[in-house]
């Protein structure tokens, strides 16, 4: 059954839409299986620039079905509006929903509002995981059944009748009449998508499983509580798509060649020179510096963890990773990798020379055996090889490639 995972190795910002949007060419199903509207691809097509958020890189390909997955929550109004400025652009394919797939409700972005101590993207992601949780939450599904979506909303006004008051949702005859378009502009793309995507790997398809977040956002094995509410991980499409484990034939790991976070929480390698991180984030002039697709907001940056970096191929099982933006540390005279922690946590550091211009090299025997040495050590330490690396936003300057045959 030839699915490939596609997984952000760190915090999130890996650079996943590039890999994802490569083997989306070819690919007949493209699944989101966890996250929602928090999430942000960017994806360059030609000259054109694709941000998305719900959607999955599918859609800007003819063939595959694009599917968002059980293990989402959605956010209704902004997934048809999503969908409407794309649909403005390029025709998106078939749009997929599945019926188990979580809502996102006013009143969980209202709930969600500042980021509070996390630092969230403000997007209601977190109340809605919880409302799912506590058996609260509205279901993509029950969208489409008037009965079932009225005793659903009862139960939740029942069960938060002042956080549903806040936002106007006073009862439930209020609450219907909110969710009436949208339940009507829903509804067609709602279906049982696991079986469908179940169906598709037994006839042999080609099943992209699309990642959002990264690694250590993984809500059981991240840097809790700084983490989304979901599992970003390789764990989470067993769940989150409603697959078994014998769906996955190659999981891929995406590493940015340092690192970035947004929001709070531990980052062991952050870099706290000013007008370094400031080098390394870029001003924000081009869609590739570090500002949150999402948010808009300046990520926090440091230099590439190796430590965290293994353990990311630990908890995914990573067959390659991918390793991007080494372009960003052009220039640098010296670059320091964290290998390890010592007892107290702190990182162990190595360091490595810089390397110049990495513009239109052609090929992978003329890269400066700087940029060579600091792949290999990636390699060593964390075990997994390179398969694939960019040295500038130029397709040209891809090297390597991850291919469906591999599965
Ligand atoms: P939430 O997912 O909005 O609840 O935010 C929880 C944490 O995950 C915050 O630190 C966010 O900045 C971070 N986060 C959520 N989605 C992304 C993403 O797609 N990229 C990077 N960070 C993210």
């Known amino acids: 059954m030839p699915g490939i995972a596609v997984i952000g190795a760190q915090w999130g910002d890996e650079g996943k839409g590039k890999v994802v949007d490569a083997l989306a060419h070819d690919a007949d199903r493209v699944v989101r299986f966890s996250g929602g509207a928090n999430a942000g691809h960017t994806v360059v097509v030609g000259e054109e620039t694709f941000k998305l958020h ?96 009225r005793e659903r909303l009862e139960r939740l006004l029942a069960g938060k009748p002042n956080s549903t008051a806040r936002v106007g949702w006073t009862d439930v005859s209020v609450a219907m009449e909110a969710l009436e378009e949208v339940r009507a502009r ?119 963890d190796l430590a965290q970096l293994r353990y990311a191929c630990e908890i995914n099982g990573f067959d390659g990773l991918v390793v991007t933006k080494l372009d960003v540390l052009s220039g640098m005279d010296r670059l320091k990798v964290c290998v390890a922690y010592d007892a107290s946590g702190a990182p162990v550091w190595t360091e490595l020379p810089g390397w110049g211009d990495l513009h239109g090299l052609g090929t992978r025997a003329a890269l400066p055996s700087a940029v060579t040495d600091y792949l290999d050590l990636i390699e060593e330490v964390a075990g997994v090889p390179v398969t694939m690396f960019s040295t500038s936003p130029d397709r040209a300057d891809t090297y390597g490639e991850v291919r469906w045959d591999r599965a």
């Open 54 to 149: 719900h959607l999955p890189c599918g859609v800007l390909h003819d063939r595959p079905t694009s599917v968002l997955g059980a293990g989402m929550v959605i956010d209704p109004w902004t997934f048809l509006s999503e969908l409407d400025a794309f649909a403005e652009r390029r025709d998106p394919g078939t749009v997929r929903i599945a019926s188990e797939a979580h809502l996102v409700l006013p009143h969980h972005k209202r709930n969600d509002e500042g980021g509070g101590f996390v630092g969230t993207t403000g997007r209601g992601i977190g109340p809605a995981y919880s409302d799912k949780a506590r058996r609260l939450g509205l279901r993509a599904g029950d969208l489409a059944d008037e009965d079932r979506l």
């Open 186 to 304: 829903i509804a067609p793309f709602v279906g049982d998508a696991g079986a469908e995507v179940r169906a598709a790997l037994a006839a042999g398809e080609r099943v992209l499983f699309e990642g959002g977040q990264g690694t250590m956002l993984d809500l059981g094995y991240g840097t809790y509580p700084y983490v989304t509410s979901s599992h970003p991980t390789v764990g989470g499409i067993l769940t989150g798509a409603g697959v078994s484990h014998k769906a996955l034939d190659t999981s891929i790991g995406v590493v940015k060649a340092f690192a970035t976070r947004v929001g709070h929480g531990p980052f062991p390698t952050e870099i706290d020179d000013p007008a370094l991180a400031t080098r390394l984030r870029g001003t924000g002039s081009n869609p590739w510096d570090e500002y949150g697709t999402t948010t808009g907001r300046a990520r926090r940056v440091g230099w590439l």
